[in-house]
């Protein structure tokens, strides 16, 4: 079992930038591919962003490409999602998730979310 929380989340100001973290606790997590996905008012879920448990590589979606970096610190057990330039689309209740494998397409793991609004 894994336990995800996120945190950081909260109200900013479009163009602002934000650092979302979210702390893992039970089993290895330097084992895990770490993920991050959001979901927007009226909308499904999307990915965001996904990283292997060495650090590299990592995988963002598209859009995103260039505003959002994912690191991971696996000496700390943590892994965050830094977000520039932030655009009022960016609001959204963000995840974490962890899989087992990088190649593996379910997440097994989920954390409860963290919700950011960004006001223009």
């Known amino acids: 079992q894994v336990q995800l929380v996120e945190s950081g989340g909260g109200l900013v100001q479009a163009g602002g930038s934000l650092r979302l973290s979210c702390a893992a606790s039970g089993r290895a997590f330097g084992d895990y591919t770490m993920g991050w996905f959001r979901q927007a008012p009226g909308k499904e879920r999307e990915f965001v962003a996904a990283?292997?448990?060495?650090?590299?590589?990592?995988h963002y979606a598209d859009s995103l490409k260039g505003r959002f970096t994912i690191s991971r610190d696996n000496a700390k057990n943590t892994v965050y999602l830094q977000m520039n330039n932030l655009k009022r689309e960016d609001t959204a209740l963000y995840y974490c998730a962890a899989k087992s494998d990088w190649f593996a397409r379910v997440y097994e793991y989920w954390g409860q979310g963290t919700r950011v609004s960004v006001a223009t």
């Open positions: 990283i292997n448990w060495s650090g590299n590589p990592t």
